[in-house]
């Protein structure tokens, strides 16, 4: 942090609503980097120009305050309430769909959540990531593909969904170990599978700040039945996906937003050959689906060009550095 004498402050007096906003601009300006100094103006812009618009009151100003100081509150290793704020808001699909375009016939992303774990036991292929009796067993039989089609070896698969009553592992207070999530990497003809339980619907955590914030808007805390992914690989854009059931009650009304056509797939009933084949019990479930990636450059072009488009149609003067807007100081 910069010491007082050492910084030259703009001088700041008879601050009214009309100029509030460009003193606290000038002020944040002073940082050197241009990136920051653009995200903080056009924050301050939007959060006054919410102020002014909305007239809002002191009571609704704290009552802000005191909410989001209840979701930092209610945070721990194991909940994020802030993550789960920035998906019913939609504000995390946004943020997904502008830094991950994709390209048409390619796997489209979904939302993190906040019960993603780093200790999901590596497995191999065909193991079971499960250990819910009461579930009803599902092979999922998946691969890992290019944009043409050839197969991508070596992809870290990040996997996980709730056990059958609609609870992450790390929801239940006596937790000694991870389950209901594994890690697998693809194989040379990018094949990987394991066997799991047939996802079912769930509410998010509703008991806190966001969920209260559900109740007053008169919305449900329930999303639709889904597997969660997590595809990385040096060299490709990294992906975050789910794949929903197809006929959920929730499939149009997900709390978060996560659901998009292409996510939504449809488990058969496996027949004795595959089963044989597998080594799962004949009549239970099976899921077949194929991920396709782009690669890190495919995904940078891409965004370039979708952002020049939008700053254009927004008629503002910026220029992209690393990929980012930034003014454009010409």
């Known amino acids: 942090m910069a010491t007082p004498n050492k910084v030259t402050v703009p001088a700041l007096l008879d601050l009214t609503i009309d100029n509030i906003t460009p003193n606290t601009v000038k002020i944040n300006s002073q940082s050197g980097d241009r990136r920051m100094t653009y995200l903080m103006e056009r924050l301050v812009t939007h959060i006054h120009d919410f102020a002014r618009e909305t007239r809002i009151s002191t009571d609704e100003w704290m009552a802000g305050l005191n909410f989001l100081a209840q979701c930092g509150q209610i945070t721990n290793d194991v909940r994020h309430e802030f993550i789960l704020l920035s998906d019913v808001l939609g504000l995390s699909l946004l943020v997904d769909n502008i830094n991950h375009p994709k390209p ?12 993603h774990t780093h200790d999901a036991p590596t497995l191999d292929h065909g193991a079971n990531m499960s250990s819910d009796p009461k579930g009803e067993p599902l092979l999922c039989i998946c691969t890992v593909k290019d944009t043409n089609g050839k197969p991508v070896e070596g992809v870290k698969i990040d996997i996980w969904e709730t056990d059958s009553s609609g609870h992450y592992d790390v929801q239940h207070s006596d937790r000694t170990e991870p389950t209901e999530r594994c890690v697998m990497v693809s194989d040379a003809d990018g094949h990987f599978w394991f066997k799991c339980i047939l996802p079912v619907s769930y509410p998010i955590p509703h008991d806190g700040p966001v969920g209260k914030l ?49 996510l939504i797939v449809e488990p058969q009933k496996i027949d004795s050959a595959a089963a044989k084949q597998y080594n799962v019990a004949e009549g239970s479930w099976i899921l077949r689906h194929d991920f396709v990636l782009t690669t890190d450059e495919e995904t940078a ?25 930034v003014p454009d100081l010409d």
Request: no cysteine; glycine share 8%.
């Open 301 to 325: 072009s891409l965004k370039d060009q979708l952002a020049l488009e939008a700053l254009q149609k927004q008629g503002l003067n910026l220029t992209l550095v690393d990929h980012l807007p």
């Open 214 to 262: 559900l109740g007053k808007l008169n919305r449900h805390p329930w999303r639709p039945a889904h597997l969660h992914f997590m595809l990385e690989k040096k060299g490709w854009d990294h992906l975050i996906t789910s794949l929903y059931m197809r006929g959920d009650p929730y499939e149009t009304s997900d709390a978060v937003f996560g659901v998009k056509k292409s």
């Open 104 to 115: 048409p016939n390619t796997t489209e992303g979904s939302v993190l959540g906040p019960f």
